[in-house]
């Protein structure tokens, strides 16, 4: 949903925080040393994670040695698809798999409730972070087993997302799959009639809520070619194609961002490139905050959804995960509405 939060995109380099937790396993013997970056991928996991049985009843090797960002690229690598157990893991593992999330503000971002998500399933991630949410991305990705690589980016800027992938490239050597969970309205959008919706805040707007996911996936095409294919993700809300008060400006975003899915679906599936969204129910963050009378759209789904609650956060990242994995392998330009049921009722 939208925010009244500026943006305020800082320029700043990562701070690459370091964890310990992970036992680096690699399979040197199905990795050509003469391999290039982009065919290759680490496996990292956790010595208590299933997969580590699997992979080492297949003879894989475990270093022990504690993991840094910035190897993945480089000779600590694996094809996913030559692993001999590859066929035993479930179609919802992430494991040697990289992704780029944008959009976490804090603890309560439904971006952060993906990362969490994907990232227990073995996930590599790199975070994005507007402005002045630096530290707090930095503060959440203690969390996570894997130190991911976190970027400055403001989505207005072409420039801040040409850095990110070029850091990604760099890292990664390719990407697998894409969040964008980024969003923004300007507060005044948010309150007044919508027939007194601004030029400007019209702009910016459907700029950074619905234009972001084309310069993102545009961005993050070539990355996601090196690895033959790859899964896109945006989040919507049902203000796309229903009246919510004062959702105004934002819902006409979303009615864009969701015809942008479909379009865009279109254009990357013949190179395996899925793209989708997950249109979540009502949630308590940072940007639902900044509408007014959110508070009686949360009281009212309860009332009103066949479930009779409303969604929690990890119920749409799980969600989000799926159409991200392998799982939902065959679905594009689809956007799925995890809201409790809430959007097939009449009244
Ligand atoms: P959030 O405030 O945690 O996330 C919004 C994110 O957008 C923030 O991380 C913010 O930094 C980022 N952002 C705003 N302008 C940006 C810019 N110029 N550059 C880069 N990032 C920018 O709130 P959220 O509710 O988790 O929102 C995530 C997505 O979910 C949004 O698309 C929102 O519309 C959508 N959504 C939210 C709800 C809800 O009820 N919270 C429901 C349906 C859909």
Redesign the pocket.
């Known amino acids: 949903?939208?925010?009244g939060?500026?943006?305020?995109?800082s320029r700043m380099d990562s701070r690459q925080a370091t964890h310990g937790s992970a036992l680096h396993v690699l399979a040197p013997d199905t990795v050509p040393a003469t391999a290039p970056a982009s065919t290759r991928e680490t496996i990292n996991v956790r010595a208590t994670d299933r997969v580590p049985r699997q992979v080492s009843a297949a003879g894989v090797q475990a270093t022990g040695a504690a993991r840094g960002p910035g190897r993945d690229a480089d000779q600590s690598a694996v094809d996913r698809s030559e692993l001999p157990c590859r066929s035993h893991l479930p179609m919802t593992d992430f494991t040697g798999k990289h992704g780029l999330i944008?959009?976490?503000?804090?603890k309560?971002?439904?971006?952060?409730?993906i990362a969490q998500a994907v990232a227990k399933r073995g996930a590599r991630l790199a975070l994005?972070?507007?402005?002045r949410?630096e530290e707090h991305v930095h503060d959440l990705s203690q969390g996570l087993d894997q130190a991911p690589l976190i970027l400055p980016?403001?989505?207005?800027?072409d420039t801040?997302i040409a850095a990110v992938f070029e850091k990604i490239d760099q890292e990664f050597g390719g990407l697998d799959f894409l969040v964008?969970?980024?969003?923004?309205a300007p507060r005044e959008e948010l309150e007044a009639p919508f027939v007194n919706t601004s030029r400007e805040g019209f702009r910016v707007t459907k700029?950074?809520?619905a234009y972001?996911l084309i310069a993102l996936t545009r961005g993050a095409l070539p990355l996601l070619e090196k690895r033959g294919g790859g899964s896109v993700l945006?989040?919507?809300?049902?203000?796309s194609e229903r009246v919510f008060p004062n959702y105004n400006v934002?819902g006409v975003a979303?009615a864009a961002?969701e015809a942008t899915v479909r379009y865009l679906a279109a254009d990357v599936g013949p190179k395996n490139i899925r793209v989708n969204a997950?249109?979540?129910?009502?949630?308590?963050?940072?940007?639902?905050?900044?509408?007014k009378g959110?508070s009686n759209?949360?009281h009212i789904y309860p009332e009103r959804a066949p479930l009779r609650r409303n969604v929690e956060?990890a119920e749409?990242a799980e969600a989000s995960a799926f159409l991200l994995s392998d799982a939902g392998k065959g679905i594009t330009g689809e956007v799925l509405i995890v809201?409790a049921g809430f959007h097939v009722t009449g009244m």
């Not at 309560?108 to 409730?113: D, K, L, P, V, Y």
């Not at 945006?234 to 203000?239: A, C, N």
Request: hydrophobic share 45%; glycine share 12%.
């Open positions: 949903m939208a925010t939060l500026a943006g305020t995109g944008v959009g976490v503000a804090n309560r971002s439904i971006s952060w409730a994005t972070y507007q402005g949410f980016c403001d989505v207005s800027s801040d964008d969970g980024a969003a923004f700029d950074i809520s972001s945006t989040l919507s809300y049902l203000g934002m979303k961002l997950v249109s979540a129910g009502p949630i308590k963050t940072l940007a639902a905050a900044g509408i959110f759209i949360l956060t749409v809201d």
